[in-house]
């Protein structure tokens, strides 16, 4: 008989906000979930740090997995820690730490008065979008070592990876806003001392001002040709480089000739057009800064270094040794302590293991390895601590091999993005025109060639294009960020857009790292059974215990005796005087049931079989109505590294056309990719864990799925939140928004071309009308891709909301 989950009132703990299944931790009336969390507290009390829980309800990060106390003592190590240093002197030491706990005003508050918790820090500066602490300390009063325990001790460890040894970060790249900056100063200055060229009609100023204006304006032109207008020369020769005429080109020679015929103009005692030509480099850097933000707080092309920690423990002569990783060399002995990751290939020579390999794998089931058996780098240790003798280096584990396979090193041939196709064709029929009207001049009055040609090529230049580009995309980037899904720039929206296949894995992406569905089928169990069954499987850290303890509710706070755990097997121990068994048929005493989907855990109870639970991944919610949109317009694939025990309930989700293939490895999942896109099809793949880096690498769109946007993700063009995932399709659909906004632009901005040309054909282009026409035309075109793209950002994400309203809960 099926016993459904019971629903209790909870309590939650006041410092993080989880439930609290052990009543009895508590301290001035306020529950708490674990020790860890009353610990905090107990800290942050001791110092008058309790301002922190007013700023924000129940602010802290869980502490139930306690960190070890000598986990960061490989930063005594003069010689690793120096790699870490940005700054030191004899008195002060500058160190910056990544800390992805970091999310709220809280913790903000907390960071900032570390040094009311240590007396040797000196300033703590956060940078919130970049999650990073840049910490200032004298190490005459305390050490490294010791700020990084004292940020672990109030929750906020420091993620310290083997990149942050091999990599130094590039600092911020400014020189484009400086560009920025100085092109606006020279525009606005141009502008203002060309009013009396703009109504000379109207009696201005004496003409003396007049020249002496021009040559200011001439003199201010400058720095915007030669430093600001930089970025488009690069471009431009880059493209000329390689036989290609990008929307650079034509925007470099409205820019050379703008100047020449500017210059022309002053020597023969006439304004020249420097307004037009600096004001269309600053318009166009504005929208190349806007466009060319990145999300600095995510990575996109992390590898396995930003994976590895920084150390591990080597055994020499029975003491823990840290040591870094490239140091550790084949033949030594390492210890992996409780949850921590395996950094390199080895055999077991003390312990046992139960290793997570779901990132590097895709298999959702841990692992049982035992004494004598290999285990490979990337899988993470859930029990306890083992020693493994290793057989190759870091650089030539299993993990490493999967990121220098070729197809992660060698980019793909890069796509040309629609607007550069356009501008070619744009470019070649103002040239044209250009070539028609010298053609024209020189039979009726060749004074007038050179005016008109220049004036064509001045007013025609594709500025609009590019602004209409820039800013649209620019802003289509911040709308999606707004909604958590980070694309890496401007092209992954067009290839987005684009998309004809898409392509899931399963476990991580599909399925959620976290909840699942227990059934249980047996003997009604009662309160008193539930109790122990949950005391017991609470002696375990296996996720299938932690599962069966959600399903059963708060475990006695008595101690289990005789406590036994048998890898692979099960465990039992005496608990309130009944002797209780949980693991597979084999180990408490059934015969083994195949009927059942998902992972099985036997239950008795002295030594009498009581039942079973099954345990089932589940998949997240609102993915029933999004694959049921997408099945309508896109070809459909999932691609699993599990077996097929979820084949039924995944064809219901999927679809009866989609393709689902299980047990598959990273090779296969990349060769599936390509085999798409040899048939002509535009793939879009989403996947999160290691196993799916070549494919996300291979596609033409990769989209990696976190439970944290901070947490470790393969490279990718994308990181989007799980919880957006439901959102898919809206995402999508505002990137085909995205080039129709851009071409209705593009339209209008042509209608102030035809105007320009109507005066610039004629030869009789006048200041006037140029300064009147460009910023007329950039003006509007920014207007109107703002208005257009918020229009089409807030309709497809209230379509997306509207979507979510009805969420599925399917079982895995």
Not at 682 to 711: F, P, R
Request: net charge neutral; charged share 15%; with cysteine.
């Amino acid at each position: 008989m099926a016993v459904t989950s019971h629903t209790n009132t909870q309590i939650t703990c006041f410092h993080c906000g989880e439930n609290c299944t052990d009543k009895d931790i508590k301290l001035q009336e306020k529950f708490f979930c674990c020790q860890g969390c009353k610990m905090v507290y107990e800290i942050l009390n001791q110092y008058d740090l309790c301002e922190y829980y007013d700023l924000n309800s129940k602010p802290g990060i869980n502490q139930r997995i306690a960190v070890r106390g000598d986990k960061f003592a490989f930063l005594d190590d003069e010689k690793i820690a120096q790699q870490l240093y940005l700054y030191k002197d004899e008195t002060q030491t500058h160190v910056n730490f990544y800390i992805p706990q970091i999310h709220c005003s809280s913790c903000l508050w907390l960071l900032e008065n570390l040094h009311r918790l240590e007396d040797g820090v000196q300033r703590v500066t956060v940078n919130f979008s970049k999650k990073e602490v840049l910490i200032i300390f004298s190490h005459p009063q305390t050490s490294l070592r010791r700020v990084a325990e004292i940020l672990t001790a109030i929750g906020y460890e420091p993620h310290i990876s083997l990149q942050d040894l091999q990599h130094k970060k590039p600092g911020p790249n400014r020189k484009l806003v400086y560009q920025l900056g100085v092109a606006g100063f020279c525009f606005g200055n141009i502008m203002l001392l060309s009013f009396p060229d703009y109504f000379a009609g109207a009696g201005g100023l004496e003409e003396s001002f007049n020249h002496l204006f021009r040559y200011m304006n001439l003199l201010l032109a400058l720095p915007v040709l030669f430093y600001s207008a930089q970025a488009f020369y690069k471009s431009a020769w880059s493209g000329l480089k390689h036989g290609f005429l990008n929307i650079d080109v034509p925007i470099v020679l409205a820019i050379f000739v703008t100047f020449a015929r500017s210059l022309v103009e002053v020597g023969q005692g006439h304004a020249g057009y420097f307004d037009s030509m600096t004001g269309i480099v600053f318009f166009m850097l504005i929208g190349r800064v806007l466009q060319d933000k990145t999300y600095q707080g995510l990575s996109f092309d992390r590898d396995y270094t930003a994976y590895f920690p920084i150390a591990v423990s080597v055994i020499k002569e029975e003491k823990e040794i840290p040591t870094t990783l490239p140091e550790l060399k084949t033949g030594d002995t390492i210890r992996i302590h409780n949850n921590e990751l395996v950094p390199a290939d080895g055999i077991i020579v003390r312990g046992k293991a139960l290793i997570d390999y779901s990132f590097v794998t895709g298999e959702s089931a841990p692992v049982s390895k035992s004494t004598g058996e290999i285990i490979y780098a990337g899988g993470r240790q859930l029990e306890g601590n083992l020693e493994i003798l290793t057989i190759k280096e870091v650089a030539q584990s299993y993990l490493t091999s999967l990121w220098n396979r070729d197809e992660l090193k060698n980019k793909a041939a890069k796509q040309v993005s629609f607007v550069h196709l356009l501008s070619r064709y744009f470019t070649w029929v103002v040239l044209l025109i250009a070539a028609i009207t010298a053609g024209y001049w020189a039979i009726h009055e060749p004074a007038r060639i050179w005016p008109a040609v220049t004036a064509i090529l001045i007013i025609a230049c594709p500025c609009a294009l590019l602004l209409a580009s820039s800013f649209t995309n620019g802003h289509i980037l911040r709308i999606l960020s707004r909604q958590r899904l980070y694309l890496r720039n401007a092209q992954a929206i067009e290839n987005m857009a684009a998309t004809t296949h898409i392509i899931f894995d399963k476990t991580g992406t599909l399925t959620g790292k976290t909840g699942s569905s227990v059934i249980y089928y047996g003997t009604r169990l009662t309160p008193e059974q539930e109790m122990m069954i949950a005391t017991l499987a609470a002696q375990s850290t296996h996720p299938l215990s932690k599962a069966i303890v959600q399903y059963c509710g708060n475990p006695n706070t008595k101690h289990v005796h005789d406590f036994q755990h048998f890898t692979g097997k099960g465990v039992c121990g005496w608990v309130n005087g009944s002797f209780i068994r949980l693991g597979n048929a084999d180990f408490t005493g059934a015969h083994k049931k195949n009927e059942q989907e998902g992972s099985m855990v036997y239950v008795s109870v002295n030594e009498k079989l009581a039942g079973l639970f099954t345990i089932r991944n589940t998949y997240r919610n609102g993915l029933q109505h999004l694959m049921e949109i997408l099945q309508t317009h896109y070809p459909l694939s999932v691609l699993s590294g599990d077996n097929n025990h979820t084949a039924t309930q995944l064809r219901k989700l999927m679809g009866s056309n989609a393709t689902l293939l299980f047990e598959q490895q990273p090779a296969d999942k990349l060769a599936y990719v390509i085999s798409l896109q040899q048939q002509g099809k535009k793939v879009m793949m989403i996947g999160d864990g290691l196993n799916d880096a070549g494919a996300l690498k291979q596609s033409d769109i990769g989209i990696s799925l976190t439970e944290d946007n901070n947490n470790f993700t393969p490279a990718s063009d994308g990181i989007m939140a799980a919880e957006q995932l439901p959102l898919l399709f809206s995402f999508i659909q505002l990137c085909k928004a995205n080039k129709r906004i851009i071409l209705v632009s593009f339209a209008l901005s042509l209608l102030y071309n035809i105007s320009g040309l109507y005066f610039a054909v004629q030869g009789i282009l006048s200041p006037l009308v140029a300064a009147i026409l460009m910023p007329a035309s950039s003006i509007s075109i920014i207007l109107i891709t703002y208005a257009c793209s918020e229009w089409q950002g807030k309709k497809l994400y209230d379509k997306g909301l509207q979507q979510m309203t009805d969420k599925n809960h399917i079982p895995d």
